[in-house]
């Protein structure tokens, strides 16, 4: 399993705007959310948590499917090729509306119904 460290750390404390996909009935799904939100709740070496707000069809789609692709890029991170660098995180991902990590969620976030909680099982630079 590859964790979060090095290079794709750098580029998880940096990045702006992160976009999750999720498989749905008959295309991908995509959503996104704010880079300062996965920093404020902490990004562990194998686990991402996200504010969840709506994500009603992400969640419908994880109860189907947990597969989950989260893209995050940041020009401040020195890229392989060019300025900035961006990785593909994929793993699993679940909602959560109760219990410790939701709470903690609720507490920063008082809008949100509960976390979206991704599991790193794999991490891709984009070259």
């Given at each position: 399993?590859t964790?979060i460290?090095?290079?794709?750390?750098d580029?998880?404390?940096?990045t702006?705007?992160?976009?999750?996909?999720?498989?749905?009935?008959?295309?991908?799904?995509?959503?996104g959310?704010?880079?300062d939100?996965?920093?404020?709740?902490?990004i562990?070496a194998?686990?991402?948590?996200f504010p969840?707000?709506?994500?009603?069809?992400?969640?419908?789609n994880?109860?189907?499917?947990?597969?989950?692709?989260l893209?995050?890029?940041?020009?401040?991170v020195?890229g392989?090729?060019?300025?900035g660098?961006?990785?593909?995180i994929?793993?699993?991902?679940?909602?959560?509306?109760s219990g410790?990590?939701?709470?903690a969620?609720?507490?920063?976030?008082?809008?949100a119904?509960?976390?979206l909680v991704i599991h790193?099982?794999?991490?891709?630079?984009?070259?």
């Amino acid at each position: 399993m590859t964790k979060i460290e090095g290079s794709c750390r750098d580029v998880c404390d940096a990045t702006e705007f992160a976009t999750i996909i999720t498989n749905g009935d008959d295309a991908p799904h995509v959503v996104g959310n704010w880079g300062d939100c996965m920093r404020v709740l902490g990004i562990g070496a194998d686990q991402i948590v996200f504010p969840a707000g709506r994500y009603r069809q992400t969640e419908q789609n994880l109860a189907k499917n947990n597969r989950v692709q989260l893209l995050v890029a940041s020009k401040k991170v020195q890229g392989t090729r060019s300025p900035g660098q961006g990785y593909l995180i994929v793993g699993t991902a679940e909602i959560v509306d109760s219990g410790d990590v939701a709470d903690a969620v609720k507490s920063k976030f008082p809008w949100a119904r509960g976390a979206l909680v991704i599991h790193v099982e794999e991490v891709k630079a984009q070259l």
